[in-house]
Nanobody, 124 residues
Framework: QVQLAESGGGLVQAGDSLRLSCAAS????????MGWFRQAPGKERDFVGA????????TFADSVKGRFTLSRDNAKNTVYLQMNTLKVEDTAVYYC?????????????????WGQGTQVSVSP
């Protein structure tokens, strides 16, 4: 059973940057495609981005493309979401998730393990 734990959230101003981390325990992340989702108040949880097993390929939602990047350090069992030029509309709880089969899925149901989430709040 893989446990995922996000960290790095906080309150920032529009235009600032944040880096979120997703650390795994109980298993090795190199076996999983990894994804990030976010859920704003009163809205459904939406896909943000995903990274392949080796970290060589990423895909992003249009809303964050060009501002967010993903990387992973399999030796540290950690995935990182770098968020630049943050906007007020990026305010949400951010979740990382592990995909057992394949990578790059944009549906929640394709992910097996989830973290508890970390709050990101962006003020004007």
């Amino acid at each position: 059973q893989v446990q995922l734990a996000e960290s790095g959230g906080g309150l920032v101003q529009a235009g600032d940057s944040l880096r979120l981390s997703c650390a795994a325990s109980g298993g090795t992340l190199r076996n999983y495609g990894m994804g990030w989702f976010r859920q704003a108040p009163g809205k459904e949880r939406d896909f943000v981005g995903a990274i392949s097993w080796g970290g060589g390929t990423t895909t992003f939602a249009d809303s964050v493309k060009g501002r967010f990047t993903l990387s992973r350090d399999n030796a540290k069992n950690t995935v990182y979401l770098q968020m630049n030029t943050l906007k007020v509309e990026d305010t949400a709880v951010y979740y990382c998730a592990a995909q057992r089969v394949g990578w790059g899925a944009r549906k929640e149901a394709d992910y097996t393990y989830w973290g508890q989430g970390t709050q990101v709040s962006v003020s004007p």
